[in-house]
């Protein structure tokens, strides 16, 4: 019977959620935020990556930007730290990149073509934003064949 006790506390402690890791991406900008967040609902460890874009646009352009924070990641953990939820959004497309590369190919941009960039991932329309995630692709392969890390 003791036994019994001990093994469903001991469930009951390994399914416990304890905190969550959060984890945003800006959909207009690359940028990437997040945090951890208690039961209590405290949060700790903060952190923030601000995009080359984002970058640019603060500086050559304040005032205009608008962030369109999207969930990519929400793991849930228990007493132990380990994952016991997985709760993720659907970011649709900055996410998916590595964020060097995505930096390097803002970088490769000049001035027009940053606003520019920047106006095709704020206004969502899906067409012209493969278009750029095409052109980042196909950067971040030749650069792998020149043996090249894709940043």
């Not at 416990?16 to 207009?28: I, M, P, T």
């Not at 132990?80 to 190919?105: E, N, V, W």
């Not at 001035?111 to 991932?121: A, C, M, R, S």
Request: aromatic share 12%; net charge negative.
């Amino acid at each position: 019977m003791a036994a019994a006790v001990i093994l469903v506390a001991l469930f009951a402690v390994l399914s416990l959620q304890v905190c969550r890791d959060w984890a945003f991406v800006c959909e207009n900008t690359g940028s990437q935020k997040g945090y951890r967040q208690w039961f209590t609902g405290r949060r700790t460890g903060q952190w923030y990556q601000e995009s080359h874009l984002e970058q640019f646009m603060d500086q050559a352009h304040p005032g205009v930007m608008q962030h369109q924070w999207v969930s990519y990641a929400g793991t849930g953990r228990n007493i132990f730290g380990q994952a016991i939820l997985f709760g993720h959004g659907r970011p649709k497309h900055t996410s998916m990149l590595h964020r060097a590369a995505f930096d390097c190919y803002v970088d490769s941009l000049d001035d027009v073509g940053k606003l520019d960039f920047y106006h095709t991932l704020a206004s969502g329309q899906q067409g012209e934003i493969a278009v750029h995630m095409e052109e980042m692709q196909e950067a971040i392969l030749a650069r792998a064949k020149l043996g090249l890390p894709p940043e």
